[in-house]
């Protein structure tokens, strides 16, 4: 249960659909949940009539990407059809949460050897045709092989049903996932990581335009389109997913993906208001831990408290997760979360604030990995570029700078981890050089953090080149590139009130005083709940007049 996944209520009543065009199946049609709940799916299948509420249940919680109540639906409708092949091919699926870097193939298998010890054994079962395409692709995903060959087996089986079965929008919905799944998962030239990217928004807004209450369609749509430079495609299906889906946590938390990478703060907030408060209810209810918070939620709530200049709320959010942390077994795999948010909220508040002092200071880098997923690898080498970065910013060692690059030596190049510690290496040169002057090497260290990379998603796990850059160049009297950078800034990180702050007083040093106003007005409208005594606001509230 693991970003933001909390899982939802079970589901009660039903709503009939036409039947899907899929050829023959012994039983042809079933009744989907019940909308309003977990979203609106009808998928045609071979079970027994007694298995399909649960198989039904786990499909809705499935799209929703809550694993664990999927799996437990899945698992009674094989306990009530133990010859139900396709519930133990989904049981599979939960497996696999690869847009989160968690994979369990092993887990996967497990549940297949269930259904039968083989591969051919398993497809024997399935009751038709278009059950066995499934299963294929199913299959393909935990063969043995690489990650890239399993997720491109995926797929290309995914595709199969899809171009046999164009009215099946499950299958549709899946290809648009394992479009997304060989987008993250291998090495792309630029052109065809574009191409995958549209194909899997088209597939997934053509299930969301036929079927505006199908969970998958808004789902994976708003997971396609995460990116400055296509939120505005999701945006429809982000101000529907959290009603077609209320009682999945994780639905009411996604919208904010898409509101996040157009700067709408408040709807931020909003989302992961709902999503956190239907975390720590479903804590309650279902008798969890703590570590089972969604601590995901609780991050990008932080964060868009800060962005709206709520440094008391983002404070005491602070010591909501303390509170949590502390009733935690951190180190218990499935804790990673709660194992790492503690430096990453302390972080952010001080990088927002600009308060480098306290307990910010002495956040640690954890010794050791909890799991082997890739979230956690880079949950890990990310702990460290916040441990060296706030030692520089807290003025406490520039030796954290030599450190860094004696690590740096020893690593592969191309290693995520080199380029976090690189990453490090270059903030903690450009906060020294806010606070001491760039000196000599300052044109050497802006072609270092000119290349803009990538827009993140969701809150920055680090401090940001352009908006560093932009204090260096504003510090050293080039005005004008700092107004650059700041633009640069804000086209990959959309009305961010600290590149919005930066772009103001860059605007008023280069004379552009129209342009500072505007950018203060705009911060404003951030601001519009920010606590009083921000320091800022004053400066904001008399540049926002000025002409």
């Given at each position: 249960m693991r970003?933001?996944?909390?899982?939802?209520?079970?589901?009660?009543?039903?709503?009939?659909?036409p039947a899907l065009a899929q050829g023959p199946e012994r039983h042809e049609h079933h009744p989907s949940p019940k909308v309003?709940?977990?979203?609106?799916v009808a998928f045609a299948n071979s079970g027994a009539a007694a298995a399909q509420e649960p198989f039904l249940r786990g499909l809705a919680l499935l799209h929703n990407f809550e694993y664990d109540e999927a799996a437990e639906g899945f698992r009674e409708a094989e306990r009530l059809d133990p010859?139900?092949?396709?519930?133990?091919?989904?049981?599979a699926l939960t497996c696999s949460h690869l847009l989160w870097g968690e994979d369990d193939p092993d887990a996967a298998r497990r549940a297949l050897a269930r259904l039968a010890p083989a591969t051919d054994a398993r497809l024997a079962k399935a009751g038709t045709p278009r059950e066995r395409a499934y299963g294929s692709a199913v299959e393909a995903l935990f063969a043995d092989g690489t990650l890239e060959e399993r997720v491109t087996g995926f797929l290309a089986g995914m595709k199969k049903v899809t171009a046999a079965n164009p009215d099946d929008l499950d299958a549709a919905a899946f290809t648009s996932l394992g479009l997304m799944f060989v987008d993250n998962n291998t090495k792309l030239p630029d052109d065809q990581h574009k191409a995958y990217q549209?194909?899997?928004?088209?597939?997934?807004?053509?299930?969301?335009?036929?079927?505006?209450?199908?969970?998958?369609?808004?789902?994976?749509?708003?997971?396609?389109?995460?990116?400055?430079?296509?939120?505005?495609?999701?945006?429809?299906?982000?101000?529907r997913y959290a009603a077609i889906a209320p009682n999945a946590e994780h639905a009411l938390h996604m919208p904010s993906h898409i509101f996040l990478q157009l700067g709408l703060w408040d709807d931020v907030v909003a989302s992961n208001e709902r999503s956190l408060a239907a975390s720590q209810a479903e804590i309650k209810d279902r008798k969890l831990t703590t570590a089972d918070l969604s601590y995901h939620a609780l991050e990008w709530l932080h964060y868009a408290y800060l962005e709206q200049g709520r440094y008391r709320d983002a404070r005491a959010l602070i010591e909501t997760a303390r509170q949590a942390v502390s009733q935690a077994d951190l180190a218990a795999p499935g804790s990673v979360d709660a194992h790492y948010t503690m430096g990453k909220l302390l972080f952010a508040q001080a990088a927002a604030t600009n308060d480098w002092s306290g307990e910010v200071c002495s956040i640690a880098q954890?010794?050791?990995?909890?799991?082997?997923?890739?979230?956690?690898?880079?949950?890990?080498?990310?702990?460290?570029?916040?441990?060296a970065v706030a030692a520089v910013a807290c003025g406490k060692t520039d030796a954290s700078i030599d450190a860094l690059r004696t690590r740096i030596?020893?690593?592969?190049?191309?290693?995520?981890?080199?380029?976090?510690?690189?990453?490090?290496?270059?903030?903690?040169?450009?906060?020294?050089?806010?606070r001491k002057g760039a000196g000599t090497d300052l044109d050497e260290l802006i072609g270092e953090a000119s290349p803009p990379g990538n827009p993140p998603i969701?809150?920055?796990?680090?401090?940001?080149?352009?908006?560093?850059?932009?204090e260096v160049l504003l510090k050293a009297g080039r005005a004008r590139e700092a107004v650059g950078a700041y633009r640069l800034a804000l086209e990959l990180t959309p009305k961010r009130s600290e590149a919005l702050l930066g772009l103001a007083r860059a605007c008023r040093a280069a004379g552009e005083a129209s342009e500072a106003a505007e950018a203060y007005r705009q911060l404003l409208a951030n601001w519009h709940r920010a606590d009083a005594g921000i320091t800022a606001l004053d400066e904001a509230r008399t540049g926002a007049k000025a002409n």
């Open positions: 970003d933001s996944i909390i899982v939802a209520s079970v589901l009660a009543g039903c709503l009939a659909l309003g709940e977990l979203g609106e010859s139900f092949a396709m519930a133990f091919w989904l049981e549209e194909e899997a928004i088209s597939r997934a807004d053509a299930v969301f335009r036929r079927n505006p209450q199908h969970p998958g369609g808004a789902h994976y749509l708003i997971h396609a389109t995460d990116s400055p430079a296509f939120a505005a495609r999701g945006l429809e299906a982000a101000r954890p010794d050791t990995l909890v799991t082997k997923s890739e979230r956690e690898a880079a949950f890990h080498a990310r702990a460290g570029y916040l441990a030596a020893g690593m592969p190049a191309n290693d995520f981890r080199t380029r976090v510690l690189k990453a490090a290496q270059l903030h903690a040169r450009l906060l020294t050089a806010i969701g809150p920055p796990p680090t401090l940001r080149n352009q908006e560093l850059l932009g």
